[in-house]
């Protein structure tokens, strides 16, 4: 007896619907995706009990004639691909043919359509896979399908979805996914007949991230400029430096429209962001890359939640390039919050040969004094700063108050600070946070997280500039690589060498290692470098030949900048300012901690209760 036998049409469907149909969610990401397709504008998404008991979209597509309508309910037909060549240029959102047989197959179904202009529409109703009925209907031009009892013949698979609420959440998602996904369509989503969002079309997407997310939160994303490079359009926006969460969620990535994961751009977003966040914490994106559907394979995944490009590399570097200007860019305009009209980061008059504290060794009663990058020890002053009014010390001595303010009439409220007031010093809170006013508020600086990212600049470009000290080994070592990363190794064997790694091929997939950066430490060469080949396989190709070293000289610097309850003096806090804003990143602190706070004069006065 033959041991191999051909499945039910009804088993076969309801494996397929295990690919593609997880839970409630997936039938909505299937049906709005479809919707999308068919250039509808306006989607309505309706829930009941999370989805479990009832899902209803409604769309107001092109929608389909009688034929179509009944031929869309058979496995592997689609209006989206003809050929085999077209799987290799996917420009849909949908295109496997499964999602609406897989659904059906599973629930209790109904859809009706009706293309525009036509006098009347289709109504077909299947139970379980088997159609029960088609008729005419008589609904608005579009689509609407309505799905009930998820699941109700697979109690095996029902038993597994979660609470309503779960369920809910989960849908949700989905509806921000599609609804920053494509900004120009308007979206309705009521759950248990309560309207949860109501999006009207929106005129870009910074808008439509601000109906879902909010004004404050939109605030803190920079923007991605527009610009196509080697046949990649990417556009968008992040957030700023400090603004991260514990996890992957407000990670959204968009290929040719559709949101994706890939462990390449996920790489390259932590690469654009080095030293810019904190371990453990991941950005916030909502970028969209166009390119050739020819360039990216979207037929990987069952759910198409995952793809693969022809050329990793090459969009790796391109986020990353474009990622770090967004940065710099946005790195000027917040510098200019503390810089002024004029700039603040030049040299205040009448602070020449005034600096930062020098750390200062003593040695038999003798002081050597140390630069900056040296690292000495610092003479610290035990005694607090006996100032109970600080003094206000400007950071330009031609620095004064607008006359109107000083002829104000005592008793009057006093008028809004210049926006392009230079900022000063008011004081010192706690010995660590210096305190300063500038146009919009008041600013707080950690002392120690802005000394920390001046000395891990100057340090980092002055080992870049003098080449990365390396240490012989006393016997070299042989180790063999996989193949994958053999032939990583011989592409990089300069960038490699430059970065202090004596290795040489010495055989098929072998390779003698002689010599290591000094600030590498370990007494077994050979797992140190394969850790050394996994964080490099992840970096861009512009990567600073003082990546290995930069954890090195985070912690050197960690224990040499001012600390907390270090007095600094008037000139050496302005000196200290004036340093952090000619830094490349002066957000944050090497370890990803930031070094400046505003709080605006809105936000005080929300405090205080001026203003709702």
Known sequence: MSRIA???????????????????????????????????????????????????????????????????????????????????????????????????????????????????????????????????????????????????????????????????????????????????????????????????????????????????????????????????????FIGKPGVSRSSRAQQLVFINGRAVENSTINFALREGYHTALMKGQYPVSFLFLDMDPAAVDVNVHPAKREVRFRDPGEVRDLLVERIRHAIEGGRAQWSATFRGREGASEKAPGLEGEGLPQRTERTEGTHATASLVSFGSLERDTTPPLIPIPEQVALRQDWAPPPEAASQPSGQPAPSPRPDAEFRILGVLGRLYILMENGNGLVLVDQHAAHERILFEELRRRMEAQGVPAQRLLMPVTMQLAPRESDWVAQNLDTLQKMGIGIEAFGPATWKIDALPQFLKGNDPAPLFREIIDELRQTSAATSRMRLGEDVIATTVCHHAVKAHDVLRAPEMVRLIQDLLRCELPYCCPHGRPTMIQLSYGELERKFGRKA
């Open 6 to 236: 051909l499945l039910p049409e009804e088993v076969a469907s309801q494996v397929a619907a295990g690919e593609v149909i997880e839970r409630p969610a997936s039938v909505v990401k299937e049906l709005v995706e479809n919707s999308l397709d068919a250039r509808a504008r306006k989607i309505e998404i309706m829930i009941r009990r999370g989805g479990s008991s009832m899902i209803r979209v409604v769309d107001d597509g092109t929608g389909m004639d009688r034929d179509d309508a009944l031929l869309c309910l058979e496995r592997h037909a689609t209006s989206k691909i003809r050929t085999g060549l077209d799987l290799a240029a996917i420009s849909t959102l949908g295109f496997r043919g499964e999602a609406l047989p897989s659904i059906a197959s599973v629930s209790r179904f109904r859809l009706t359509t009706r293309e525009h202009g036509a006098l009347a529409g289709t109504e077909v109703a299947v139970n379980g896979g088997k159609i029960e009925y088609v008729r005419d209907g008589g609904d608005a031009p579009g689509t609407q399908i309505e799905v009930r009892s998820l699941f109700y013949n697979l109690p095996a698979r029902r038993k597994f979805l979660r609470t309503g609420n779960t369920e809910s959440s989960h849908v949700e998602h989905q509806l921000h996914l599609q609804a920053i996904g494509h900004p120009e369509a308007a979206f309705v989503l009521i759950n248990d007949d309560r309207v949860i969002h109501q999006l009207p079309p929106a005129a870009n997407l910074l808008e439509r991230i601000r109906d879902l997310r909010g004004s404050a939160f939109a605030a803190e994303l920079l923007e991605v400029p527009d610009e196509e490079i080697g046949g990649i359009r990417l556009r968008g």
